[in-house]
């Protein structure tokens, strides 16, 4: 009897374990997806738990409870950009990755020649390049006066061959730029993340400060 006793004791304690185990590791997904992540290497691949950290990361933001500035590194930004926003981007454009190095954002995607801007000075231009090519523009995130965010471009390039920086602004007007206070012509306004009052760049992260009233 006693050793039957002792057997389902045992068996208790286990399956107890197992719960305390089971809840640990639930609660602590993240940061033990991420320490797996790290002792496989992959610490600096996007993926979409990544993309919910960033996801829960904006929603505090947002709630006014990120108790401080948010910081969305490179891989989480574009894990967002790879499973959260891929879907909503016109399907002609493809892969799109975005960089975050030294305080500039590099933004580029695969698009099919003939989506780009028709302009007289780009007629020949367009013609050495093949029928999908690499798109990329390096630029900086600037403040605009109405809550927005630009995104001022210093750099564009199609197949890496780049276009005279004096063409930039003709290019964005005919990309759909739209106008905003204080915005140059070589810069689009973005909007801001909901309960966001200003962003920038640190390194490899992109920095966003709560708004005044929120923080």
Not at 6 to 14: A, I, K, S, T
Not at 95 to 124: K, M, N, Q, W, Y
């Amino acid at each position: 009897m006693m050793r039957l006793l002792g057997g389902c004791l045992r068996r208790l304690l286990v399956l107890a374990l197992l719960g305390v185990c089971a809840v640990v590791a639930w609660q602590y997904r993240y940061a033990i997806g991420s320490a797996l992540r790290v002792w496989m290497g992959t610490a600096d691949v996007p993926s979409e738990e990544l993309a919910e950290v960033a996801q829960a990361k904006l929603a505090r933001l947002a709630a006014g409870t990120a108790g401080g500035p948010v910081v969305l590194r490179e891989v989480e930004v574009q894990s967002l950009v790879q499973y959260g926003m891929a879907e909503s981007l016109p399907p002609y454009i493809v892969g799109p990755c975005v960089s975050l190095r030294d305080g500039r954002v590099t933004v580029d995607a695969r698009i099919p020649t003939e989506r780009f801007p028709h302009l007289d000075e780009l007629t020949e231009f367009i013609g050495f390049l093949p029928d999908t090519a690499e798109v990329a523009a390096t630029g900086q995130l600037i403040p605009l006066p109405d809550g927005r965010l630009g995104f001022a471009v210093d750099h564009l390039s199609a197949a890496n061959i780049p276009l005279p920086r004096g063409l930039i602004p003709s290019v964005l007007q005919r990309l759909g730029r739209s106008p905003a206070p204080g915005l140059p012509p070589d810069a689009l306004a973005l909007p801001l993340p909901a309960g966001a009052a200003a962003a920038y760049v640190r390194g490899d992260s992109l920095i966003l400060i709560p708004r005044r009233d929120e923080a």
